[in-house]
Structures are given as C-alpha cells and as structure tokens.
C-alpha cells in the first residue's frame, strides 16, 4: 500500500518543538480532511504541565469554572493518586468548543504528541462536530462564554450573599446535577447576550415587586378555601432542577440564576455520558488509521510506530471480569474494537455478517462509519452494530442478579442462541435509563401547603440507594417546603413514602 | 487555521481556590487530624505537612442512583467456563461479581497538608496574628570587625605599612618640586662657575644650600601620614539558642494540660527556629524533684509526687551554666498548674529574679488553669510581681488552646516597636 516514492521522516527521536508539532498537525491534517473525509471544528492545541493538567482534571476538563469545594476534592483525589504513582494522568483533555481546544501535556514525546493530536484534534474534534446528541444538546461556540459568565455571576454572588450560602446553594444543585437535563427535547441555544437581558429582566423585575407597605401588612388568618385543584404540573416533569428554577416558591432571584447555571453544565455533560464509548472508540480508531497511514507515506519511523502500538494497545486493553484491575468495560477497548469491525463488515464481510447486516455488508466503509458516528449514542450503536464476531472476541457473557433468587444465574454467552441477548443487554447497560433512576416531579400542591412531590417507579424492582436520603434533603433545601418522594410499584401503587418536612 | 498555543507560563494553581474551600469546609475533621499530628509528633517534627484522612462517606456527594436488589442483568467480559443457565454463588456483600474485591481500602480519603497548611491550621488554632515572620528582638554579643582606616587611633594600631606609605607619598609630591628646581640651580651654577661669574656662582651656591636645607627638613613623618586600622563593632546574633522547658508533672497535670503545654512549647520553639541556626531543647521536668529528661518521657510519662517549682529553677541554672555558660541566647517556658506550696513560690520567685532573668533573653511561664476565671495559685501570685519589673518575663493564665499566644504578644510587640 505504500506510495511509490517513500517520503523522508518528519522527524526521529523522541524531543519536540512548536514548529514540529505544527508540521506534524498538517501532515495528519492532510489525511484526515483529504483521505478520510473528517469535517472538524478548527483547532486550538495547548501544551500544559502536568501540574495544569492536574487542575484540568479537576474541573472536569473545562478550562474555566466556578470556585466550589468539589472540584478542590477532585484535584487533591488525583493529586495524590498522581503522586504517589497509582495512577498516570491522561495525555490529553479535549473540550468540547468551537475552536475545539485540545491541552497536550508537555511531558509527551513527539510520537505520543501526534498521537494525541490524531485522538483529539480530529477524532474527538471530528464526533463533536457531527454527532447528533452534541449537536443537539451543546453550543460549541458560546461555551467557554458561558463559563466565563458562570463564574463571574458565582463569584459575583459570593461577594454579595456570602460564600456559604452559594456553596450551600451550589451543593444542591449538584446532588440533583443528573436530573437537571431534559431528556427529550432540545433546549434552547445559549447565548451570552441573551443571558444578560434575561438577567436583568430577572432583577427589574425583583425590583418592581418590590414594596416595603407588603411587610406592614397585618397577617390574616384566613383559611385556604378548598378550590377544585387543577394538577400542576399537568405532566410530570423530569427535569428536576428545571422546574425548581422556574417555581419555587421563595427563591431569590440569584439563587434561580445559580440553580440555571448548574443546569446548563449538567446539560452540556450530558451528551457526554451517553456516547462513551462512541467517542472513545471512534477517536481511538482514527488515530490508529490516521497514524498508521503516516507510517504508510513513509512520514514517521518505525521507533515512531512502535511508541504509537504500545501505548495504542494499552488504551483498548480489556481486562476480563475476573482480573483485579479489571473494572467495568473499557469503553476505549469496546468502541474501538466495534469501529474497527464496523470497516472490516464493510470491506470483507463473512457469510455471518451477511446474516446480521444485510445493508453493511460490501458497502463504502467510510461513509457506514461515518453514518454510524453522526446518528447513533451508545445504547443504539451497541444495539445496532455489536457483530457476533465481536461478543465472540471479548467473550462476551450476560449475568443475571434477580433478588428473588439466592445466586446468580449466566443468563446468556457468545452463543448462537445468545448473540442477540447479550447484545440487547450490553446496549441497555449503557442507557441513561441504567444508569440515572428515574424521579420525576409529580405533584406541585401551589394552593396548599406548597409541598412538592417526586415520584420514582421502580425500575425493575431496583430500590434507590441510600444516598437519596441525602438528596432528598438537598431538594427540600431548594425548595423551601416539605418535599415527598413517593415509590411507585409496577401498578402505579404507591408503595412508600418518604418526607423530608 | 489551527492555532498551537504555549500555555505552561501562564500559572498553575488553579485549583487552589478550590482546595482552599475544601479544606475550609472540612475544617473540623482537618483540625481533629492536625491536633492528632500535634500529639504524635515531637516539637522539632512539627514544622511539616501531614496526612489527613477524612471517612469517605462524609465527603461524599449525594446523588440518585440505584441501591441493591430488584432484578438487573449485566454483561460482563472474558468467559472462560460459563454457559447459559450455569448459577453462580453470590460474591459476599451481594451486588454484581464485579464489584467485589474493591472493599475497605478505600473507606477514608487520603490527603497530604503542606506545611504552610499545616501551620497556617495550626497557628489559626492558636489565634495567632501573622506575625510568625518577625524577627526576635536584637542580640547583645558583638564582634569586632575591620572596617578600613582611620586618622586616629591608639598606638598599637597603627598601620605602619599604611603610614609609611603616606610619608613617602608625601615627601614626593612635596620635594620633587624643590629637587627640580635644585637641579637647575645647579645647572646654572656649573655654568656661571665656568663662565667665571662670581658673584652669580655665590648668589647660586646661596640658593641651592637654601633649597637642599628645604629639601632635607621636609618631615619623615607627619601628622597627617598616620593611619590606624579601625575596627567597629558589629552586633553579631548569636546563631545558637537553648530553650528549656520546664513543667510540672505531678499528679494534677493531666493529658489535656500537657497538651497544651506542648503546644506552647512548640509555639516557643517555632519562634526561635525562625531566629537561630541552631535551637537546642532541655527538657526539665519536676516533681518534689526535678530531672533531665528527653521529650518523649516529658510529654508521655507520668510521675506522680508533690510540686516544688525551685528544683526545676535550680536544675535549670545548673545545665545552663554547665552546657550553655558562653555564646548562647538562653529561653525559657515554664508550664505548670501552679500548685506549689509553703515557701516554695517566694523562694522560686527569688530565684528566678536574681539567677535566671538575668541571663536569660525571655522568659514564658504559663499557668494551665481548668478554667480562666478560677482564681489564681501561690506561684502565680508570687511571679506577678516579678512580671512588673522585668521586661523579659511574660506570664499568663491558659485553660484553651487560644490563650496561649498572647503569652508571646509582648515580646512581639516590643519587637515590631523597635523595628
């Protein structure tokens, strides 16, 4: 496959400068927009230290956050797992924005920094780009705007109303972060400009309401007529911290503002939890065709390749259930594996594959995988494409955990019989529904005692952990009156409830 | 199109901020962790960072997910022997195999304190004003130094090199002119004499007798050619100081009050170490009797017996003229419950005034009382006196950790003054 006049290296050895990197970012550049077809954001490469990527981490990757003791745990947890070398750091953080910024740690050698910039600047970068749940769901380009403007109005706020109020605040809108998105319906676009109107609407409006005869009034002890109660919310609501900004009963309106900004980061997240392995994989599979073609052109050296191959075979490594390190699937090992197969279905299909996927089977390798990339997130790409031959090579095997039963059974394994149930199982592994319980909102009682009530069915019987106790209390904290949570059977029987008054 | 940015100059320490606020919000359990670190560690130990560790479940962020039990399957790689409908026991603590395993070593949450953290938790502690910094107060010993020349000076100073040097430099600069102008004269006369002109060869035989005289009067020395080396006298710190700790250890001393001790000690050792090279500690501790002992014994023993304050002071001055007569700053903290009896207090007190105070640069006694307002011992009675006349004796009552530094206000104080 190599080209008939092999090219000289780019370079040998393992150091690296500014302008090598620039040469070695136009050379995969080239490749991936001229061979392969990838549509990315521009980039914007930055090299850090280990010590800024250390801070990196514990913002979550984002490049500008608010103050909040969780972060702070964050970094001291990697910190120390850093130091005393239970753990390497990443070779890389990429951001989800339009420049997409990717940080390389300057620690890198030359090859890993072309590895990195092969994995980001074109894999992520490219998923980012054209992947149907970010495109929805986040606004590349106001991004780091919106994180700027979050922080200014966090700090702004402490200022104002004390550090421990907002933390307070900021604490329980984290413990209801996961149930702060909407699910089903795209949300508005961000903008700053539109962020500071509605801001000083919120505050015109604070200051038009505002009279000081309301608090001489004499208190009336009239009792509440009981109205025929129409059910608000008509529906229930899902998206927990939503509803809390736009009704509770007594919040200030920088609360409201702080409950929003934590919303939004859950939702630009959100994207993100759902297609782990999609973007992992897909990433990992372009830095491997993109950095083996360099190879090919004759641009980089075998010393070069090699450095590539060992860490490229670390990263899909998947340690198997019974290992000691082993920790859940690898969602690297899993998407990369299932892009890989996806081009090989393509390309050299098996009678099996035939059997499968009809409609993949002997098609343009490129354009399947890029079909898959835009439309799918990680619960329909599994479901849809997981091949037997993939089941057979991780070996692939379902159990079952029913309470009911004293042991644990092997419901199914990379079988004739079992394909299509360890696919179905290992898609549903990586729902949201899986992963996130389902509490909604049920009752909002506005003419009442102004309590809210949640409502969670039980999913399959599975109870909520301890934790929501906790949580509980976070939401009555935000709410500012009694909050119930009621558990729901499989006939919508109310089966127990508990209260935080 | 793609832009490649140098970020490494542009500051690290982002999350300070936020570890800030972390260590702020679990101040209590730090500062239980830091009081620990304070027990366990010997006074010259407590100028460093520590571990800390916080129960996992405190830190903990809540959130919804699910518990144990209902019915989930979950997909798990790597078979090797299963087959559909095999039944597996149940890993101990139920849940999914895959969570096994991972048990207690991470119950508690692991992080290192700086230093600076350390102290800053530790001082904060003590109520302590940032002042840690200043220096102590001057240091009497000085050394004489060379400092150049000077015109005055006793004999035996004189810097004949110097001085001679001077002459010489004088005697040119004066005589050449005189030996120049003798020359010519000279010249002239040789002329006149072979010219036959008589009374021209006398004139000139005047003139230069008159110059060779000038010539040969000039001073060998002059006042002005004196130098004498000068020296002056610097103040020179002492870089070594010994600080004794003194305390009672009879029976009503308990393990709050030692604590306490301990850390007034240590805020006195802290002190000096910023001040001195080298900081040696005695530690005396006293009964009926009182006995050298190393730290450990000191903090950690017990002795139970009567209190006589006087043999510590005895002791105190015997090691101090044994070990550190000459070339030492000499410290002293003294803790004690206070109960002494009979004459013991006014002897003590004597003692104090006429031996210790006077070749000591501080003395600190501190009387750990159960509570501040309960009123106040024999000794303490007997050392206010002392406290009115001398400037280098600091007294004061302690029954929390916070009353313990204003024990050493006044000397900062006097300090920061004289700066």
Redesign the interface.
């Known amino acids: 496959m190599s080209d008939a006049t092999p090219r000289k290296a780019i370079s040998t050895g393992a150091d690296w400068d ?1 302008d090598l ?2 040469t070695y ?1 136009a050379a995969i ?1 080239d490749i991936a927009r001229n061979e392969y077809g990838l549509d990315t954001y ?8 280990a ?2 990527m ?3 981490y ?2 979550t990757g984002l490049p500008v956050g608010y ?7 964050e ?3 990697n ?2 797992l850093y ?1 005393t070398g239970q753990q390497g750091l990443a070779y890389e953080i990429v951001i989800n924005s339009d ?1 997409c910024i990717a ?1 390389l740690m ?1 620690e890198n050698t030359m090859a890993m920094q072309a590895l990195v910039i092969a994995h980001a ?1 074109y894999g992520h970068n490219s998923f980012f780009k054209g992947n149907h749940l970010f495109k929805q769901w986040t606004v590349p380009d106001a991004i780091i705007e919106y994180l700027h403007f979050a922080r200014r109005y966090v700090m702004a706020c402490e200022e104002r109303h004390g ?1 421990d109020a907002v ?1 307070s605040m900021l ?1 329980s809108c ?6 702060g998105v909407d699910r089903y319906h795209r949300p508005a676009p961000l903008s700053l400009k539109a962020e500071a109107a509605r801001l000083k609407e919120r505050e015109a409006y604070a200051e038009k309401q505002f009279n000081d005869l309301w608090r001489t009034l004499p208190k009336t002890e009239r009792p509440v007529e009981a109205k025929v109660q129409e059910r608000y919310p008509a529906e229930p609501q899902e998206n927990l911290l939503y509803f809390i900004e736009k009704n509770a009963p007594n919040m200030e309106p920088w609360q409201r503002e702080l409950v929003r900004i934590v919303r939004k980061l859950a939702q630009y997240f959100y994207p993100q939890g759902q297609t782990k392995v999609m973007n992992e994989g897909w990433a990992t599979f372009w830095h491997y065709t993109l950095l083996t073609r360099l190879h090919e052109k004759g641009l980089v050296t075998d010393g070069f390749m090699l450095e590539i191959l060992k860490s490229h075979t670390n990263v899909i490594f ?7 390190y ?4 690898n969602p690297y090992a899993l998407g990369y594996a299932m892009f890989t197969d996806l081009r090989r279905i393509c390309e050299k299909p098996t009678a099996e594959d035939k059997q499968f996927f009809p409609q993949l089977a002997g098609s343009d390798w490129k354009k399947s995988l890029d079909f898959a990339m835009r439309n799918f997130k990680d619960e329909s790409f599994i479901a849809q494409y997981l091949s037997p031959k993939l089941i057979r090579d ?11 039963q ?10 004739e ?2 394909y299509k149930r ?1 696919r179905k ?2 898609a549903s ?1 990586h729902s949201f529904e899986e992963r ?2 389902d ?1 909604q909102i049920q009752r909002y009682s506005r003419d009442g005692d102004r309590s809210l009530t949640l409502q ?1 069915k ?11 106790a ?2 509980l209390k ?1 939401v009555r904290f935000l709410w500012g009156f009694p909050v119930k949570l009621e558990y729901l059977g499989p006939n919508d029987n109310v089966l127990e409830t508990r209260q935080v008054a | ?8 100059l542009s500051g ?4 300070t ?9 679990y101040k209590t359990q730090v500062r239980a962790a830091v009081k620990q670190m304070v027990g366990e560690r010997s006074i010259k130990d407590m100028d460093r960072g520590g571990e800390v560790h916080l129960p996992k479940k405190d ?22 022997e ?9 890993p101990k603590g139920g ?4 969570e096994a ?1 991972s048990g207690d070593a991470q119950d508690s ?4 304190l700086s230093r600076e953290e350390f102290m800053h938790i530790f001082f904060d502690d003590l109520e302590l004003p940032r002042l840690a910094r200043t220096v102590l107060g001057t240091t009497d010993q000085f050394k004489s130094i060379r400092a150049g020349y000077t015109t005055q000076g006793a004999p035996a100073n004189l810097s004949v090199y110097r001085t001679l040097t001077n002459s010489l430099g004088r005697r040119i600069a004066l005589g050449g002119a005189i030996k120049q102008k003798a020359a010519e004269v000279e010249a002239e006369l040789e002329r006149a004499f072979h010219e036959g002109r008589g009374e021209d060869v006398a004139r000139l035989e005047a003139e230069l007798t008159r110059l060779r005289g000038r010539h040969t009067k000039l001073p060998f020395l002059e006042e002005l050619d004196l130098r004498y080396r000068n020296r002056v006298l610097r103040p020179e710190p002492v870089a070594r100081a010994v600080m004794f700790c003194l305390m009672d250890v009879s029976a009503s001393m308990d393990e709050e009050k030692k604590d306490l001790a301990k850390r007034f000690f240590t805020l006195l050792y802290l002190f000096l170490t910023r001040k001195y090279k080298q900081v040696e500690l005695v530690f005396i501790r006293h009964t009926e009797e009182a006995e050298e002992v190393d730290e450990n014994t000191f903090f950690h023993d017990t002795k139970s017996g009567g209190t006589v304050v006087l043999s510590a002071l005895e002791m105190m001055d015997t090691v101090r003229r044994a070990r550190y007569a000459e070339g030492w700053n000499v410290y002293a903290a003294q803790a004690s419950d206070g109960d002494a009896f009979g004459s013991d207090p006014a002897k003590s007190a004597r003692f104090l005034r006429e031996m210790i105070l006077p070749m000591t640069r501080y003395y600190a006694y501190i009387e750990l009382a159960p509570e501040i307002t309960s009123h106040a011992s024999n000794l303490w009675a007997e050392y206010e006196v002392l406290a009115g006349q001398n400037e280098n004796f600091a007294m004061r009552r302690a029954a929390r950790r916070e009353d313990i530094y204003p024990v050493f206000r006044d000397l900062f104080a006097k300090t920061a003054t004289q700066k």
């Open positions: 500014f990197i620039e970012d550049a521009r980039n914007q490469i930055e090299i850090i230290t010590e800024q250390l801070d990196a514990a913002s103050p909040h003791w969780s972060y702070g745990k970094f001291i947890r910190e120390q130091r420049p940080y300057e600047c550090a933390e604490d984290h413990a209801l972060m996961s149930h998947q340690p198997p259930f019974d290992a000691k082993y920790s859940g699937i991780f070996r692939l095997f379902a159990i079952a955990d029913h309470e009911s004293s042991d644990l059974g092997v419901d199914s394994i990379h079988d019989a079992g360890v199982l290992l592994q996130v319980p509490v969670y039980l999913h399959r019987g599975r109870p909520l952990s301890e934790a929501a906790e949580v976070h | 199109m793609n832009h490649l940015i140098d970020r490494r690290k320490g982002k999350s901020v936020n570890r800030e606020r972390f260590l702020r919000r830190i903990a962020e809540p959130s919804f997910g699910f518990g144990r039990g209902g019915e989930r399957e979950f997909v798990l790689p790597g078979n090797k299963y087959v559909t409908g095999d039944r597996i026991p149940r849940g999914g195999g895959n395993g949450f692991v992080f290192s």
